[in-house]
């Protein structure tokens, strides 16, 4: 079936019949729409057959009303409230994203690249609550990029529209298959690289063409780019530099689509050798002398690098399963086993690093290349000096070791034959944001994604784990999230660090709120059992700390100075009996009303009798099921604080900076959390009440009910604390939650 006629033709038409588009560009798009699943506004744009800006003002004129460029929609700044209006799964499934509220005469502007749509405008007016819906035209990417940007929290959203405008070129496909190449320049920092005009024949489609085993070694030499070695198409190629990303996967079918019209038939595929692993790339200036074939690059990659081998193609998929990830996490684990202070870090990088790259979307592949390298990334590196890169940025000692040992991980794993992701990722997290880091001294996005995010992940996790960091102290999330922001823009990317702020800070956050998190206290000289048990509890919220023997124990106790809820203690310890320890402990304050579980491989009845009467709660012999034990641990627990033994739940306390108030009524909604949240302002003070999730009261000075709410709903600065214990005697808001914030952020948008 012909695309004529379709709804996916229709711009292309309209534009046709307005003779904005002329015959053989109308032929050329019908041709690229066959073989892409894109829209026609962005395919005309990509393909260079016309400008965005040159687009959106003929459709403005057929549908007569005003454009939006993708440039001003990425620099919008958007009130949340309004963006709230249109739901991200409305949004999406209708192609829509609300940019403007008029209060007064209850408007929304929306872009959309339907403005003519009236059945869709409707559904928009009923979901948004809107008198009347404005549509304004705008590209299809450029909409879905700002869905991604203001729903999803995506920084990287608008990214694919900053990178064309990095590269100048244009080629013309002669009718015999020749390629006439304009001038290129291409855009590097300060400096351009001019070739004269040239001309070549077509060679084979990309997908027929091999790397070169020799291309790192090009690149390694910082050969630049000449003009024969430009991919010979149209403009509808993508250059190799930079990578297209994740929604640009139908570039590869547009570029396909245009040689059909003018190349001759692609040769047989020779049958090629397996290349030996590449190198990770080094050089700062790409070789455009072999290219790899079309494929959707990893975002993580922003180096060329030879296209694998197919042999290699297991290799790279045994990265992206979770058996993998889990065995990487037992065995580096056990390896940290040796410095004690930097016990379970590379697990907790991986962790961190994936929950970053879940927020921001990343596909599959790059989500497990993240996750590896914050696995591998201190591989080798268990010197004097834990190497991140804040450390040896500060610091020459550590500056010096890291420039010795930075691919060290890499060089270990020689034989794994990593994915390109994970090696630029390892290989690049000393790199500063300024362009002052090693070993290339990239700056900026030339930074690997991969090696930008696992510089401040592991700078984190050092800061919040390692007594001996910098500070010679374990910093909190905010603290340590402070001390990142000081060299926001020049080791760091800024965008990055408020993307982990944003996460780390209202996560922690959230957690607490959420959830009773208990303090848990492992003593087992065996870094095997201990190791799993550990992961497993931390997995089910717990916060747990690792002793060897039961000296270190008491040392623990004493550094951190912190009340354990739990203790999972072994009989046999290096240095003392663990029955002995235990009525040590119930002597000392710490350790008079601590739960406490004897998890041992002697199975005695002697034992297990001198355990009980010590008022031990359980008596495990070994090996048993983690899972079944922290089940069992958490159920024991849960009974414990009922009956009043326990302390009860805790509280939470924090401030509104890090988590404002709509998104804490929202946490303990959703959560179905019942107590008393009290919340102070400036010289104000004031209460919400909450049953299971339902707001059943607010009282703030003498004002109560919904109107209180709304009053408080104002707070932007100041604390909150949370008491569980509270219990409302009834509820007397009948309001919902999410209909008492959507009233309240409306009055103060109005400034009611």
């Not at 994915?419 to 300024?434: G, K, L, Q, T």
């Not at 690997?448 to 995010?453: D, F, H, I, Q, T």
Request: net charge neutral.
């Amino acid at each position: 079936m012909s695309a004529q006629g379709t709804p996916k033709m229709k711009v292309v038409d309209l534009l046709h019949r307005a003779q904005i588009l002329q015959r053989p560009q109308y032929e050329r798009a019908v041709a690229l729409l066959h073989a892409t699943s894109e829209r026609a506004e962005d395919v005309l744009i990509d393909n260079e057959i016309l400008s965005e800006g040159d687009l959106l003002k003929a459709l403005s004129g057929i549908y007569r009303t005003h454009f939006v460029s993708a440039e001003k929609l990425s620099k919008a700044d958007i009130p949340r409230a309004t963006v709230q209006m249109v739901p991200r799964r409305v949004a999406e499934t209708l192609g829509v994203f609300p940019v403007l509220f008029d209060r007064q005469t209850s408007v929304l502007s929306v872009v959309t690249p339907d403005p003519d749509n009236a059945e869709m405008l409707r559904e928009v007016k009923l979901v948004s609550g809107a008198r009347d819906v404005k549509a304004f035209v705008a590209r299809p990417a450029a909409v879905s990029a700002a869905i991604r940007k203001h729903h999803a929290g995506d920084v990287r959203a608008f990214e694919r529209f900053e990178r064309v405008t990095s590269y100048d070129f244009g080629q013309q496909v002669l009718a015999d298959g020749r390629v006439m190449a304009a001038k290129e320049t291409f855009k590097r920092n300060s400096s351009t690289i001019d070739e004269d005009m040239a001309f070549e024949r077509l060679s084979p489609p990309p997908a027929q063409r091999r790397s070169s085993p020799d291309d790192d070694d090009d690149l390694m030499r910082g050969i630049r780019p000449s003009a024969s070695a430009v991919r010979a198409s149209s403009p509808d190629f993508d250059m190799p530099v930079p990578p297209p990303l994740p929604n640009q996967r139908a570039s590869v079918k547009r570029a396909t689509a245009d040689v059909s019209l003018s190349a001759p038939p692609p040769p047989r595929e020779m049958p090629r050798r397996e290349p030996p692993s590449p190198p990770p790339v080094r050089s700062r200036a790409p070789s455009f002398d072999s290219l790899p074939p079309p494929q959707e690059p990893s975002s993580l990659m922003m180096r060329v690098v030879p296209e694998p081998a197919p042999s290699a193609e297991r290799s790279v998929h045994a990265f992206q399963n979770d058996t993998t990830i889990e065995l990487l996490t037992v065995m580096v684990s056990l390896l940290e086993n040796a410095r004690q202070e930097l016990r379970g870090h590379s697990s907790q990088v991986a962790r961190l690093l994936r929950r970053v790259a879940e927020r921001m979307n990343l596909d599959n592949a790059d989500t497990y290349a993240v996750i590896v390298a914050g696995h591998i990334h201190d591989l080798g590196k268990m010197g004097q000096f834990h190497l991140t890169a804040l450390n040896c940025s500060e610091y020459e000692g550590h500056r010096l070791a890291a420039q010795k040992a930075y691919d060290t991980p890499l060089r270990l794993l020689e034989a794994v034959r990593l994915p390109p992701a994970i090696r630029n990722a390892v290989f690049h997290m000393y790199e500063r944001f300024d362009g002052k880091g090693f070993p290339d001294k990239l700056a900026g996005k030339e930074i690997p994604l991969g090696g930008r995010l696992l510089a401040v992940a592991d700078t984190y996790a050092d800061l919040t784990q390692n007594p001996r960091n910098p500070f010679r102290k374990v910093l909190g999330p905010a603290e340590a999230m402070d001390v990142l922001h000081k060299h926001r823009g020049t080791i760091f990317d800024p965008a990055i660090l408020d993307l982990y702020k944003a996460l780390v800070l209202g996560e922690d956050m959230k957690a607490k709120l959420l959830a009773n998190r208990h303090r848990a206290l492992i003593v087992d000289p065996d870094p095997e059992e201990s190791t799993v048990l550990e992961l497993r509890m931390v997995e089910q919220g717990f916060d747990v700390k690792i002793a060897r023997s039961a000296d270190a124990a008491r040392r623990l106790v004493a550094m951190e100075g912190v009340e354990f809820d739990l203790v999972v203690c072994e009989v046999e310890l290096p240095d003392a009996d663990g029955l002995a320890f235990l009525s040590e402990a119930r002597k000392e304050r710490w350790g008079r009303d601590v739960a406490w579980i004897v998890h041992t491989q002697k199975q005695g009845r002697a034992e297990a009798q001198r355990a009980f009467d010590l008022g031990a709660m359980d008596f495990v012999a070994k090996p048993v099921q983690a899972d079944v034990l922290v089940a069992k641990i958490k159920a024991m627990l849960e009974q414990r604080s009922q009956s009043g033994k326990g302390g009860g739940a805790k509280g939470v306390s924090g401030s509104l900076r890090e988590m404002g108030l709509p998104d804490i009524v929202q946490v303990l909604f959703h959560g179905r959390k019942t107590g008393k949240l009290n919340v102070k302002s400036g010289g104000s003070s004031g209460e919400i009440h909450f049953l299971e999730g339902a707001i059943a009261n607010a009282v703030l000075g003498n004002i109560s009910g919904a109107d209180a709410f709304y009053a408080m709903v104002r707070f932007q600065d100041g604390e909150f604390a949370l008491d569980p214990s509270f219990v409302p005697p009834k509820r007397l808001v009948a309001e919902s939650a999410e209909a008492l914030l959507l009233e309240g952020m409306r009055r103060m948008d109005e400034g009611l």
